[in-house]
């Protein structure tokens, strides 16, 4: 490793393991402590899932606070998924980046916290599920995944912040992770007053959802635009399928949205004739956002990631790769195993670290980085939220006539006023906050002229475009390097911009198809419910911001830009976990391979559910005691997780039986003083109004935006202590900074704006 490679000592916890192994994939030094006999999950069932995450690190064994300190005196960060928090106290240059269930402060800092409590307290299973049934646990721990991709990007904001001065202590939640990353979860009720029911297979905005194929499922829908409904019409047409759609009254999507069911119905009646494979490629073949659900042993099959070589070898078994390809287009393709203490001589090597800056002002990390916005929906100004939450001058390109349909499209509209006005849409204005928008028609000569001149003058250009629009504009990567060398360009394609599906169509819900989480998310083989919102935007916009703060580390490091081809696709696919390294299994909804309980119960009061996790024998005897069988903790059949799981409906029964008698919050605390993960399944009413850990955290920030008026925003999941991020302005109004940014940032003079405005190129 080179003295520029940053060195992450990793203190490993299932909430920031991942994290490491991201890590691993950008290229830095990822130094694993293990207790003096070695990680006691190289062992038994769990070695599959040490192999999998710690694979590509080192590993050093420490025995006293002195050996950690030595270690950490020579490392430039250090991912502390303790529960008490390593001792920092004289390491002034160090990122201390702590990963806990609930945050360090507030009155459920102690709180314990499984994948599946974390989950239930942050907001993910409430919409997951049919409405008429508990409330569903996403698979592979995605709540443990979106915290460890958010401490993946502290510790990049960190390291960036250490150029200007000392180290730091960054707080990251699990929960608050989880409450950030719900699409319209909680946007509902903060723009509506209203908490949509869980969706069962049909996605609550988008008319998308979980179809079924003759040998599976499918994931699709009627598409979100005109072309789109008229191409499957007119497929649906030549198979003598259509049945009544074709009558004009169909084409008004406000008339197929409130008969949804009924022309689902019909779609549904179509599809189940094809195999799963088939109908995706057909429905491809004519731009139709369609996708397989394939389970995740069925991955290493899809042509498109074995052509762009995703996939890890991994002592010499093939693993789920990493989200994108870093630096400058490398991908990672073998990974090994460390022995317990290979590296026990990097507790005694000397190594300098980046010395601490003079004290500068305590201004965001990404303060002075500008970014160029090309995105829309979801995934891409995600992404680019994250940015701008955290200093990034984002300037949004926008157009009237290539409009984003969360602005204008009423099926995405939330807002307590008329869904026609495209400044007060609650979907817009949350994840394009912070930001700065133009209105620049790039399909003119004079648009695409401007937007060279802005790229010139810009640090960043994030899209997310199908793959060959860029190109279309004239604007491919050479182009973009000769433009400006030093760009980071980021583009965030479903498919990535090589490969043979590179033209596929895609929206979230076909990526989580295709990536395997869908086909895992249901209660059996046959009874496959789906995550239907937008999860898979959430995961792809992440790592694009993870991507561009680590290219962004790159460049200051050896001057050099890229283009980081960031695949929807890989990124969903890269949050599956085990399940490559593991026995194929069908969906076990929410049970947990080796623990016992796990589960969902129903709590006192309508529609309310209580998530508990045992983790051990003990955790299991605690809790007999807690609910009044402590006779259970001694039954000789139910001493180990396997005797708990054959005796499945006696443990269920008994814990159900007492959770229906209690508030689900009485209950969770009940056995949170106990020591056992428990917590309350919370929509969006009640994270806003009752949790009283995000109410201490002052997660949600009041905001008055120019048009729409004061609302509640999400807050921001990752708190650097020195330099933290936050909420500076609301979302813009369309256009609002065209003339100022054009003035600013491209120098064009008022004489040239006026022209361009009298063209219609600015509007």
């Not at 915290?147 to 510790?155: D, E, P, R």
């Not at 029911?197 to 599976?216: N, Q, S």
């Not at 635009?225 to 499957?232: G, K, N, Q, T």
């Not at 369609?290 to 093939?318: C, I, K, S």
Request: charged residues 25%; hydrophobic residues 40%.
């Amino acid at each position: 490793m080179s003295a520029s490679t940053p060195r992450i000592v990793e203190l490993t916890s299932p909430l920031t393991r991942f994290a490491g192994r991201l890590l691993v994939g950008l290229g830095h030094e990822v130094v694993l402590v293990e207790p003096p006999q070695g990680d006691p999950d190289r062992q038994g069932t769990e070695a599959h899932a040490f192999a999998h995450w710690h694979a590509g690190k080192r590993s050093v064994t420490v025995e006293d606070a002195s050996g950690l300190h030595r270690l950490l005196a020579g490392a430039d960060a250090v991912l502390d998924g303790t529960a008490e928090g390593v001792e920092s106290e004289g390491l002034d240059h160090l990122v201390h980046v702590r990963v806990t269930p609930f945050g360090l402060v507030g009155p459920r800092s102690g709180w314990q916290g499984s994948d599946l409590v974390v989950a239930a307290t942050g907001g993910m299973l409430a919409q997951v599920g049919d409405p008429d049934g508990p409330p569903l646990h996403l698979p592979e721990n995605q709540a443990e995944h979106l915290a460890g991709v958010n401490a993946a990007i502290a510790v990049q904001l960190g390291l960036r912040a250490r150029r200007r001065g000392p180290g730091q202590l960054i707080d990251v939640s699990a929960q608050a992770c989880v409450a950030a990353a719900l699409e319209a979860g909680t946007l509902a009720y903060l723009h509506e007053d209203r908490v949509p029911p869980r969706p069962g297979r049909v996605h609550p905005l988008v008319p998308h959802g979980l179809f079924r194929a003759a040998d599976g499922f499918l994931g699709g829908g009627l598409g979100g635009s005109p072309r789109m409904w008229d191409a499957l019409l007119e497929w649906l047409r030549e198979e003598g399928a259509e049945a009544d759609l074709g009558e004009p009254r169909w084409q008004d999507p406000v008339e197929r949205k409130t008969h949804q069911e009924y022309v689902f119905k019909v779609v549904q009646d179509f599809v189940g004739t094809w195999p799963k494979a088939e109908f995706a490629e057909r429905a491809q073949a004519r731009k139709l956002p369609w996708a397989a659900v394939d389970l995740p042993h069925e991955l290493p099959d899809n042509p498109q990631l074995a052509a762009r070589d995703f996939f890890t070898e991994v002592d010499g078994r093939t693993d789920l790769g990493f989200p994108f390809a870093f630096p400058e287009g490398r991908r990672v393709t073998s990974l090994t195993v460390p022995a317990p203490g290979a590296d026990q001589g990097l507790l005694d090597e000397p190594r300098t670290v980046r010395p601490v800056p003079a004290d500068s002002p305590a201004v965001p990390a990404l303060d002075g980085v500008r970014v160029l916005d090309l995105t829309w929906v979801l995934a891409g100004p995600y992404c680019t939220k994250v940015l701008a939450d955290h200093g990034a001058d984002v300037i949004k390109v926008e157009s009237v006539r290539r409009p984003d349909p969360t602005r204008f499209a009423p099926f995405m509209h939330l807002s307590r006023g008329p869904h026609t006005d495209p400044n007060t849409n609650g979907y817009f204005n949350e994840v394009n906050r912070n930001k700065r928008s133009i209105a620049l028609d790039t399909r003119t000569e004079e648009g695409v002229a401007v937007l060279r001149e802005l790229i010139a003058s810009c640090d960043v250009l994030v899209e997310n475009f199908s793959a060959t629009v860029m190109k279309k504009l004239g604007l491919g990567y050479e182009t973009l390097r000769e433009l400006n060398p030093g760009l980071v360009y980021v583009s965030m394609s479903g498919m990535g911009h090589t490969g043979p599906r590179a033209g596929w169509v895609s929206y979230a819900d076909t990526v989580s198809a295709a990536g395997g989480l869908t086909g895992l998310t249901g209660w059996g083989p046959d009874d496959v419910v789906g995550v239907i919102y937008g999860h898979g935007d959430i995961v792809a916009g992440l790592q694009g911001a993870l991507a561009t703060v680590a290219a962004l580390e790159h460049r200051a490091e050896t001057g050099r830009g890229q283009h980081i081809d960031l695949s929807q696709l890989e990124a969903i696919a890269a949050h599956m976990g085990t399940s490559l390294l593991t026995p194929a299994r069908p969906p076990i909804g929410n049970a947990h391979p080796q623990w016992s309980p796990q589960g969902v119960y129903r709590s006192l009061g309508a529609d309310r559910w209580l998530a508990v996790s045992v983790r051990s024998d003990e955790e299991w005897g605690r809790l007999c005691e807690v609910v009044g069988r402590p006779e259970l903790a001694a039954d000789e059949r139910l001493l180990t997780a396997a005797g708990r799981r054959s005796e499945s409906a006696l443990v269920d029964g008994v814990l159900g039986e007492w959770a229906r008698t209690l508030p689900a919050d009485v209950a969770a605390e009940l056995l949170q003083k106990r020591g056992i993960p428990a917590g309350a399944v919370q929509d969006g009413r009640e994270l806003v109004e009752h949790d009283p850990q995000l109410r201490a955290r002052g997660f949600y920030v009041r905001v008055e935006h120019p048009a729409a008026g004061p609302f509640l925003q999400e807050g921001v999941p990752i708190r650097l202590t020195r330099t933290p991020g936050g909420i500076r302005r609301p979302a813009p109004l369309l256009g609002a900074d065209t003339e100022e940014v054009l003035r600013e940032v491209a120098g064009i003079p008022p004489e040239r704006l006026r022209r361009l405005r009298e063209a219609g190129v600015l509007h």
